[in-house]
């Protein structure tokens, strides 16, 4: 059952903050948001997927289980399950409109490209937005990057600095229209404007990259994982998968601070899966050797796993790749966090209350 | 079909080279991190193209993403890193 914060090994248990998100206390609404993430990454995976035998369905429910257990509050900071299917629906609706808004601009900008006079006019706008909740402000601010001639360039407590490439494409941003119907998609939220200004305090620089990272990483994982599982049919395997792992906690790192995420994940973790990962690869070899076989020879599992030479052959290295990815993904975060701190990383002690099975439910 | 893909293939190789032009000659850094960030955005089109022109676009489509989410994570580390002078 999901009741301790993702993540929170070695430190005791923190009040609920951004990066720490805890967005209720209520048990019936933390199951909700667990069934929510663990569905939206177990469709990402189907569609990934395209084997739909119980064996892979199998290994993508255990994967997707366990990211949704390590990062399932992360797609809740913001906005809390009970309201997500109305602001999905919304915002399913506001697409074709913004489809359609960066068709035209597209049009007027190629209009004025290939213009003979030149009639740009580059300047920087700041207007103040009402939005209060973060994933509005973050809809809104790269809705207006996505539509050609506006970049956002940065948000200060609610106030946007845009760059505009002309006037018309100004006077068209302040008209508002954008702003109110993202606010409508927005408007279930409204009455939580508490906990949103306490966010938003806490994340005011760098809103967007944080809020993005957080809703990328779990679907970064999940896919590092698929290719992991499906190295044998596609391209990809243990090495690859790895490196898909540590990039997701290395956009952790970036948008939160490397030190923040090392405190979560503990160096030990990390120490751990290292060697967890050599020994599986190893032990498979070595597996094989001592059925008679070659070093490697998955053919020779057959006898051991009871099943036929093909299978075998399969399982064999699907095993040897999740040996790979885990040590590859140690491997990578580790030279990450000692290369960008110089070797000089400050771990948090251990806290005397930490409970000892916490220490390894990732390894 | 084929020879549409092609086309469009080879046209965006043809707009990486301003890219590249900006990437190399480009006289402050953060010019030649948006030429790299738009080279990465042609390359993963054409990679998709590539795909339709070799009939595996489920191989394909797997290989884009893993660029999409480099090519990401690559440009806002050094957004980072340039912000931060080298404190990350």
């Keep these: 059952m999901y009741h301790t914060p993702p993540l929170n090994d070695t430190r005791p248990r923190t009040p609920p903050t951004a990066y720490n998100p805890v967005f209720s206390q209520n048990r019936f609404e933390q199951l909700r948001h667990f069934f929510l993430s663990f569905i939206l990454l177990l469709s990402f995976w189907l569609i990934l997927s395209g084997h739909y035998d119980v064996f892979h369905v199998s290994i993508g429910i255990l994967c997707c289980l366990f990211i949704t257990y390590t990062s399932c509050e992360f797609f809740f900071v913001h906005v809390g399950a009970r309201d997500s299917h109305v602001i999905i629906t919304r915002f399913l609706t506001y697409i074709p409109w913004h489809l359609y808004q960066i068709f035209k601009s597209n049009i007027y900008l190629a209009k004025l490209v290939f213009s003979p006079i030149h009639k740009l006019n580059p300047h920087i706008i700041s207007f103040d937005s009402k939005l209060t909740n973060g994933l509005a402000l973050v809809t809104f601010a790269n809705s207006i990057t996505l539509t050609p001639g506006t970049i956002t360039i940065e948000i200060e407590d609610s106030t946007f600095y845009v760059h505009a490439i002309d006037n018309a494409v100004a006077e068209d941003l302040s008209s508002g229209d954008m702003e109110k119907r993202i606010a409508n998609i927005f408007s279930p939220v409204d009455h939580k404007q508490e906990r949103a200004r306490a966010i938003l305090a806490e994340e005011s620089d760098n809103l967007v990259v944080k809020t993005i990272a957080r809703i990328f990483t779990p679907f970064i994982q999940v896919y590092g994982l698929y290719v992991i599982a499906h190295g044998h049919y596609s391209p990809g395997g243990g090495f690859q998968g790895g490196v898909i792992l540590a990039a997701s906690i290395i956009l952790l790192a970036l948008a939160f601070g490397l030190k923040q995420t090392m405190n979560k994940i503990d160096e030990r973790i990390i120490n751990k899966l290292r060697s967890t990962g050599v020994f599986i690869y190893v032990g498979i070899g070595l597996l094989c050797l001592l059925l008679g076989g070659n070093f490697l020879d998955y053919a020779r599992l057959d006898l051991f796993l009871k099943v036929g030479t093909p299978q075998a052959r399969s399982l064999g290295i699907l095993g040897v790749e999740i040996g790979v990815g885990m040590a590859v993904m140690a491997c990578m975060t580790a030279i990450f966090s000692e290369i960008a701190t110089g070797g000089r990383l400050q771990q948090a002690p251990p806290s005397s209350d930490n409970k000892p099975e916490s220490e390894d439910h990732l390894s | ?88």
């Design chain 2, 1 to 88: 079909m084929h020879t549409f893909f092609l086309g469009i293939s080879l046209f965006l190789c043809l707009l990486v080279i301003p890219c590249l032009y900006r990437m190399i000659v480009g006289p402050t850094v953060i010019d030649r991190m948006v030429a790299v960030g738009a080279i990465g955005t042609k390359t993963l089109v054409i990679l998709i193209l590539m795909g339709f022109l070799y009939d595996r676009i489920a191989m394909f489509i797997d290989i884009s993403m893993v660029y999409a989410i480099l090519n990401f994570i690559g440009t806002l580390a050094a957004a980072r890193y340039f912000e931060s002078e080298g404190e990350i």
